[in-house]
């Protein structure tokens, strides 16, 4: 039965390799520019974000969780309320937008489940003996 469950775990490690080189970098390049020609004039000042959070997203590493504050506003807008007191977009405006930040979720969701699999599968292989 363990070593079904490597089998299972390294396919799932190699999905989640293949989704983030091949799904979620181009997602968040395509985000980034997009968010940057049409919420960054409209949002990205301070009435929405301080003047020190204007200046450190602004650079490189920094700007995707600018634009993963985008993402959280147009898939969850209740989430963001208290920072964006109205709503970015819904979904019947923009579908195209909404159904880019709603697949760059699911694959950090995937991401995430891909990780706490390896850090089990980790834990198994060091107490393999044991049990």
């Not at 490189?60 to 970015?88: D, E, G, Q």
Request: proline share 5%; hydrophobic share 55%.
């Amino acid at each position: 039965m363990f070593e079904t469950y490597m089998k299972l775990s390294f396919i799932l490690i190699v999905i989640m390799a293949v989704m983030v080189i091949v799904g979620l970098i181009p997602l968040m390049i395509i985000q980034t520019y997009l968010f940057k020609k049409k919420f960054d004039p409209l949002y990205f000042n301070e009435k929405y974000f301080s003047t020190y959070e204007l200046s450190i997203f602004n650079s490189f590493p920094l700007y995707f969780l600018k634009t993963l504050a985008y993402i959280r506003a147009i898939v969850f807008p209740k989430t963001m309320l208290k920072r964006f007191s109205n709503k970015i977009l819904t979904p019947k405006n923009k579908p195209f937008i909404y159904l880019l930040a709603l697949s760059t979720i699911i694959v950090l969701i995937y991401g995430t489940i891909v990780l706490i699999n390896f850090f089990i599968l980790g834990i198994l292989m060091y107490f393999k003996d044991s049990l």
